[in-house]
């Protein structure tokens, strides 16, 4: 199984503030990474799918990028909602993984 | 607008079978490139995916639980199910369905809100 290590496990942020998180693959996935939000009661939604590209509804301040095995996740300026979990996901080979999640919270 | 919701026993005993149901709407399993997926997360933990079913009847399961595992659909009636054979107290997690629409790109595009499922002697 293809493992993804995210980091950091949490993170510390003020509103405003331009924050990444990173995700590392054990090997190779071709740019298959998705990213995923979870809310404290346990909503879960889509932000990025193919890396790079923008679910719709989700708002411009996230985006993505990476290549190989790096990939990243980056909200431009923290809004009040962005305090969640967040989790990457390879489906570049089976089973699919995820990342252990990135916990932001507000400092 | 596209809805899933998770049902299942709330609470069973080791060595018993756990069988979900996802009831969703808005779209059809019966749809070229929809499928369904099923996705547990132990509380505080993170994210493990078991199993998808594809509109073409095609079934993937997580290898590391493939023997417990059984993942189908009803089409008439907008469902899918998975059972998970011979649970002991690691299987106890909180349940998730997900739409999947390969037509654009292999993610889960919609999501259930969970149902808890503990399992306990």
């Known amino acids: 199984d293809i493992q993804m290590t995210q980091t950091p496990s949490s993170m510390p942020a003020s509103l405003g503030e331009r924050v990444t998180i990173s995700c590392r693959a054990s090997q190779g996935i071709s740019n298959y990474l998705n990213w995923y939000q979870q809310k404290p009661d346990g909503t879960i939604k889509p932000l990025i799918y193919y890396t790079s590209n923008l679910q719709s509804g989700v708002p411009s301040r996230f985006s993505g990028s990476g290549s190989g095995t790096d990939y990243s996740l980056t909200i431009s300026s923290l809004e009040p909602e962005d305090f969640a979990m967040y989790y990457c996901q390879q489906y570049d080979s089976s089973p699919n993984t995820f990342g252990a999640g990135t916990k932001l919270e507000l400092k | 607008q596209v809805t899933l919701k998770e049902s299942g026993p709330g609470i069973l005993q080791p060595s018993q079978t756990l069988s979900l149901t996802c009831t969703f709407s808005g779209f059809s399993l019966s749809t070229y490139g929809m499928g369904v997926g099923w996705i547990r997360q132990p509380s505080g933990k993170g994210l493990e995916w078991l199993a998808n079913?594809?509109?073409?009847?095609?079934?993937y399961y997580n290898p590391s639980l493939k023997n417990r595992l059984t993942i189908s659909k009803d089409t008439s009636n907008n469902q899918a199910f998975l059972k998970i054979t011979n649970v002991d107290t690691a299987d106890t997690a909180t349940y998730y369905c997900?739409?999947?629409?390969?037509?654009?790109?292999?993610?889960?595009?919609?999501w259930g809100q969970g149902v808890m499922v503990t399992v306990s002697s």
């Open positions: 079913i594809w509109w073409d009847d095609d079934k």
């Open positions: 997900a739409r999947i629409n390969d037509n654009n790109s292999y993610y889960f595009d919609y």
